[in-house]
C-alpha cells in the first residue's frame, strides 16, 4: 500500500508522552482518511521509552520504531527518519507535543495546493520563560541575517515536506546538521503556516541554553563564513590601530608625557593582538575540526533495531 503521509518524532526519553502522541497523531491522521505511518526514532532514551515504543508498534503496524544503539542527537534522528520514511509527504514533529499534531492537516492544505516545504510558524509560544523566548527570537534572527540562507525566523523543525524535497535531503550527509537550514538551502516551493505552540505536555526540555548555544554555531558554521569574516575584520582593525598608533606614541614619548614612558602600552597592545589572534585561530578550529570529523567517514548513526524496507542508499 501506498504510503501518504511520514510523521517522524525524535524521541529521547519521552515515557510520559508517548500515549498521548500516539492518541493525538492516530486521531489526526485518521480523520484524513489516507494511509500514514508514524516513525518513532529512539534517540538511546533511558527511561523506558524504548519498551513503550515496541509496544506501540506492535499494537498498530504503522508505527515503525528505530532504535538507535546510543544517544546520536535529535538532528540526526530526524535524518534516520527521512532515511526510513516511505510517505509521499513527510512531516516533522517534536515528541513533546508543543508542536500541535492537529496542525498537520494545516500543512498538508498547502501541501495539496502545490507547496513543496511546509514550515509551521511560532505565532505564539506558551509555557516559555521570557529569557527563552528572548534568546529564541535572537538566535532566529541572527541566523537569518548572517547565514548564506534565509532561514524563516520563528521556526523550528516542525514542517512538512514533498517526497523530492526529502529525497534531496537524504543526499545531504554532513556530520554537523540544521535540518531547518538545510530545508531552506534545497530550495522548491517554500510557503509557512502560523500556529501556537503549546507548553510542553511533561518531562523537561531537551534544549537548554548551552545547547542552544552549540546549535546556534553549528547553524552558523554550516551556512555561513561569517565567523571567518569577522576574524578578518579585527585582524585589519587592529593592523589599522597599530599603525595609527605608532608616530601618536612616539610624538607623546618625545614630548615626555609620563604615562606613555613605561610597558603598560607595550603590554595592552600585546594583550588586544593576543586576544585576536586566540579568537582567530579558535574560529579557525571550529571549522577545521568539521572538516576532521567529515574526513573520518563514520556512519551518522548506529540502529540497533529498525523496519526491514529502508530504501536503496539510505545509508547511515
Known sequence: MKITYSIIAPIYNELDNLPELYRRIKDVMDSSGEPWELILVDDGSTDGSTDRIRELAKQDERVRPVIFARNFGHQIAITAGWDYSRGEA???IDADLQDPPEVILDLAKKWKEGYEVVYAVRAE?????????FTAAMFYRIIYRIT???IPVDTGD???????????????RERHRFPRGMSAWVGFKQIGVEYKRAARLSGVTKYPFR????????AITSFSYFPLQVATFFGFVSAGIAILAI??????????IPQF???ATTLIAVLFL??????SLGILGEYIGRLYDEAKGRPLYIVRDAPESKNENEGG
Open 125 to 133: 509560544r506558551e509555557g516559555e520563560t521570557w529569557f527563552k523566548k
Open 261 to 263: 614612558t613605561g610597558q
Open 211 to 218: 545547547k542552544m548555544l552549540l546549535l546556534a554555531l553549528n
Open 158 to 172: 516542525f514542517r512538512l515536506m514533498d517526497r523530492k524535497v526529502v529525497d534531496v535531503l537524504k543526499q545531504m
Open 274 to 279: 593576543g586576544g585576536v589572534q586566540l579568537i
Open 247 to 256: 608616530p601618536v606614541v612616539v610624538y607623546l614619548r618625545m614630548a615626555g
Open 90 to 92: 513527510v512531516v516533522i
Open 148 to 150: 548564506d540562507v534565509k
